[in-house]
Every structure is written in C-alpha cells, then in structure tokens.
C-alpha cells in the first residue's frame, strides 16, 4: 500500500472515531432526558397513589368491580387471564386489600 492509501485509512478511521464519540455522546444525553422523564411520570403516579388510597379509605369502593374493569381494559394483551396482574396488585394495595 502507498502511503497515500494509508493516510486516507487512517483519515477515514480518526473520522469514524469522531463519529462514534459524537453517538455515544448525544446516546447519554437522551439517556439522560429518559431518565427525567421516567422520574416525572413515577412522581406524577406516587402523587396520585397517594391521594386515591386517601379517598378509598372514606369512599366505599368495590374491589372486585376494580380487579374487573382491570382485566376488561387489559384483556387484549394479557398473557395469562386466570394470574393476576401488577396492576391489580396496586390496585388491591391502593385499597387497602392483600392480594389473593
């Protein structure tokens, strides 16, 4: 190989360098940006957890009614009808039930 051929390799691979720092770089910052937004939307749904479970303690709330409107509105995607889902959980918990 010349050393032009060479120059032009090296050029092509400090280049690419570059290019691949500048990604990793805008990667982290959208990274970043995701875990911002992750926290907002659990302060947002912990605020509203908070207050539910106050309401529930004052409000009669069937819990059975919950656990199926739970299931009618996830039906579409639920692996397995017959186990319960996290949200039912965090609904039996918001309520103040234990979980079957």
């Keep these: 190989m ?5 120059d032009e390799i090296q050029e ?4 690419l360098s570059g290019e691949l720092g500048e990604m990793s770089e805008a990667a982290s910052r959208h990274i970043d940006d995701l875990h911002v937004a992750v926290n907002n939307v659990a302060s947002h749904v912990l605020a509203i957890e908070a207050i539910l479970s106050l309401v529930a303690q004052k409000v ?4 059975a009614e ?3 409107w739970i299931r009618d509105k996830t039906a579409a995607y639920a ?3 017959s186990e319960g889902s996290a949200a039912e959980g965090i609904a039996q918990s918001l309520l ?5």
């Design 2 to 6: 010349s050393n032009a051929s060479l």
């Design 12 to 15: 092509l691979i400090q280049k």
């Design 60 to 63: 009669e709330i069937d819990d």
């Design 66 to 68: 919950a656990i199926k």
């Design 79 to 81: 692996e397995d009808s």
């Design 96 to 100: 103040g039930k234990e979980q079957n």
